[in-house]
């Protein structure tokens, strides 16, 4: 009985010894792979360093001056990572309940979900933790599917602890949900955000974080927008998940799975979205700006990985604006253009007044110019392959105002492709705030991507009648006429020999009419009447006036002759957005500023903006400059910003887009048409808003028959009403509806109060409205 009782109790102590044996092998068999993988043995660690600063792939942002997102740089990762505090508490709950229960209570491993994982193996469910799972993302990458899968587990393992070491557990989760890819250029939380659901990650709600949560197990896979009900289910999944751990209640589960999975698809690219213009322009003036400036070890920044912000000038509210206006306009004037060139009624469509060879010509420099002709040059094609391939009919994808996403798939040749692109009108517009040369909104033409030439900045035509306040701004100034000043409306002629003409100048009014009469100043550039502008810079001289352009920042060479008058100079809306905010801004020229700081991905400043400025009229010329220009909108060619058509416009009236714009606040501007209506331009001022438009064809010869729809009044200036009309309906905005402050002590005269009354008794009738530009 002895013996068997100490034979009993030696068996008890054996198991007691093999248990701790066991277990103590096994300790020291898990500290031995441990280190083992910390000393590299399967496979390189990352460093300390690394461990501090783990390396991922930022995309630059441009963000607007009302804190929105305009869009971003990238090449291959489209991600801005999101502090912690900007997460939403649901959607940290809803990923702590599905992926690691127990995340705030283990350093990195989960024991009780690894030995349920060895035990089941994996029928149960995974132990990875929200740890590990940022380890593999950062450190190890996709899952081997040999032998070596287990070794990346080690290494998870290890580089697990080492993140719980060196990072909060807040941190650790904001790290996870910003490095994660999902899917469709959402990189990290807050692109997916952005591209699912169209806002900010602390806006999701529950349903849409859960949606979210759900793409972590594998964003391929439960794709939204491909399997519709497989990520619905899994959502649900995510729902339970949450109420079975208390961040939410069964009665809250229940009825968030009954919604709808809402997804609203943004898709980030870089020729759509906000301000897509702007944002290439700005992708040019950063390759420039990372040339100048260096960092600190003389590395360049990268543009597309590098996580800089560009804190801009442009205003999202009155850029949707903008854009909203030129899509409006331009279709319904395109409408129009297109009713005009049917073959029957312009059997060269979309040219004018051009002879066969003249438009062979121009065809044959357009090809030649194509990506593709080059592309295949590069490529070792002959000429006459490449020529052969123009005129071979292939499927593509091209620009159309008539579907609902401005393009369609058609069959064409790709030389039919290049007339067809020919025949659309192009626009371009920019809004600038004169005080702080701060551009507002910027729009380089009607679809980038159909149409990635920016006629902002890139193109210049001519100005017409928009260079007309230049000269009247050097008579003011140096002769100190005013307003009221009168000159006959006769036919006037510049002598051969003066001011470098070899021949006479005999400038002729855009109808071919002289009244003869004595017109003010105001009243001559109200409706632009060419031959007091010639007398104008007759007695200025043309460098008098091409010095005052020059100082108000127009920067091609100007001929010094007497033709820049009438506006025959090519000049971009950018350059003469600027130089007229010299005259809304007293006379000081402001340059147009589109960036005021960059900061790198840690917030530190690399860069301010310091206004460049220039005193170029004196307050008083500025402000006399402005009354008369006040007189376009009064009753000049500008008028239809306040006036009705005439009855027998209602066709007329159905293409200028947004009438009536009611605008009964202070307006000074300017219309702009250029010969054979090649060019159509307004400029419009407010006290804080100076905004540019131009709209033509791609080539002068492409252009209305008339001056009905050619006209400035026409083609630009509905863009401008229409805009301005939206921005006032926002009063946020801040645009002023207050007169033009007037300097104290004026000393140009600009009452011209009686002379305005006798002109406005003489055109009381329909038919002289018409006349003077209604």
Not at 428 to 433: G, L, N, V
Not at 745 to 753: A, E, F, K, L, R
Request: glycine share 6%.
């Amino acid at each position: 009985m002895a013996k068997a009782k100490q034979k009993k109790q030696k068996g008890f102590f054996t198991y007691i010894k093999w248990f701790w044996i066991l277990f103590g092998s096994g300790l020291f068999l898990i500290m031995l792979v441990f280190l083992l993988a910390s000393w590299g043995v399967f496979g390189e660690m990352p460093t300390f360093e690394r461990l501090e600063n783990p390396q991922t792939n930022l995309a630059t942002e441009f963000i607007s001056s009302d804190g929105q997102t305009l869009g971003k740089l990238y090449l291959d990762d489209n991600r801005t990572p999101v502090s912690y505090k900007k997460l939403p508490e649901n959607l940290v709950n809803a990923l702590v309940a599905t992926e690691d229960a127990r995340y705030y209570n283990h350093s990195g491993i989960d024991a009780r979900g690894t030995i349920r994982a060895f035990v089941y193996l994996g029928s149960k469910g995974g132990a990875s933790t929200i740890s590990q799972q940022l380890a593999r993302q950062l450190f190890v990458g996709i899952r081997a599917k040999d032998w070596t899968k287990y070794t990346q587990k080690i290494k998870e393992w290890v580089i697990a602890t080492r993140l719980e070491r060196n990072y909060t557990k807040e941190e650790i989760i904001a790290m996870y949900l910003n490095i994660y890819d999902f899917g469709y250029a959402a990189d990290g939380i807050r692109s997916a955000a952005r591209i699912y659901f169209g806002k900010e990650p602390a806006e999701l709600k529950i349903e849409e974080s859960a949606v979210l949560v759900g793409m972590l197990k594998n964003s391929s896979l439960y794709n939204p927008l491909r399997r519709e009900e497989l990520v619905l289910n899994r959502r649900n999944t995510v729902l339970s998940q949450m109420a079975k751990y208390e961040y939410i209640t069964e009665k809250e589960k229940d009825s968030l799975q009954q919604l709808k999975m809402d997804i609203n698809f943004n898709p980030e690219s870089h020729k759509e979205g906000l301000a897509t213009y702007f944002r290439m322009y700005m992708q040019r003036w950063l390759n420039k700006w990372v040339k100048e400036n260096p960092k600190l070890d003389g590395e360049k920044y990268n543009i597309y990985l590098d996580g800089l912000k560009i804190y801009t000038t442009i205003d999202s509210r009155m850029q949707q604006n903008a854009e909203d206006a030129v899509q409006a306009h331009m279709k319904n004037l395109q409408t129009e253009f297109f009713h005009q060139n049917t073959p029957d009624r312009n059997p060269t469509a979309p040219f004018l007044d051009l002879e066969t060879f003249q438009i062979d010509n121009i065809m044959e420099q357009a090809m030649k110019n194509s990506v593709r002709w080059k592309a295949m040059k590069r490529d070792g094609k002959s000429e006459n392959e490449i020529r052969a391939s123009f005129r071979k009919k292939t499927e593509m994808n091209v620009f159309d105002w008539n579907s609902d996403s401005y393009e369609k798939d058609t069959l064409m040749t790709p030389l039919d492709s290049i007339r067809y692109y020919k025949t659309f009108l192009r626009t371009a517009m920019m809004s600038m705030e004169p005080q702080t040369g701060h551009v507002k909104a910027w729009v380089g033409g009607v679809d980038y991507k159909h149409f990635q030439y920016d006629n902002v900045i890139q193109g210049a035509r001519q100005a017409g009648s928009t260079f007309k306040p230049f000269v009247y701004a050097a008579a003011i100034d140096q002769l100190r006429y005013s307003p009221c000043d009168s000159l006959p409306d006769n036919q006037y002629c510049i002598e051969p020999l003066k001011h470098g003409n070899m021949e006479a100048w005999c400038p002729k009014n855009s109808n071919g009419k002289y009244s003869g009469e004595d017109l003010t100043l105001k009243n001559a550039l109200a409706n632009s009447v060419n031959t007091v502008t010639a007398q104008l810079i007759d007695k200025v001289g043309p460098s008098s006036v091409v010095a005052i352009a020059k100082n108000m920042g127009l920067s091609k060479e100007i001929l010094e002759v007497p033709s820049i008058a009438l506006g025959t100079l090519d000049v971009n809306v950018y350059e003469m957005v600027g130089a007229y905010g010299t005259f809304a801004n007293q006379g000081v020229y402001v340059k147009p500023v589109m960036v005021t700081r960059i900061e790198d991905k840690n917030g530190s400043v690399l860069y301010e903006y310091v206004p460049k400025t220039k005193d170029v009229l004196s307050k008083d010329v500025a402000y006399a400059m402005v009354n008369l220009m006040e007189g376009v909108t009064q009753y000049g060619s500008g008028g239809r910003l306040r006036h009705s058509f005439a009855k027998n416009q209602t066709v007329y009236k159905e293409v200028i887009t947004g009438y009536p714009y009611e605008l009964t606040n202070p307006i000074a501007g300017k219309t702009g048409t250029t010969q054979n209506q090649s060019d159509g331009w307004f400029m419009g001022m407010v006290p804080n808003l100076v905004t540019g438009v131009w709209v033509g064809g791609e080539e002068r010869s492409i252009h209305f028959k008339s001056l009905t729809y050619g006209q400035g009044a026409s083609m630009a200036l509905p863009i401008w009403g229409m805009y301005m009309k939206k921005n006032y309906e926002n009063e946020e905005l801040g645009i002023s509806k207050d007169a033009f402050e007037e300097p104290e002590n004026m000393s140009i005269n600009v009452d011209c109060t009686k002379v305005l009354k006798d002109l406005k008794d003489d055109l009381d009738t329909e038919d002289d409205l018409e006349d003077v530009g209604f």
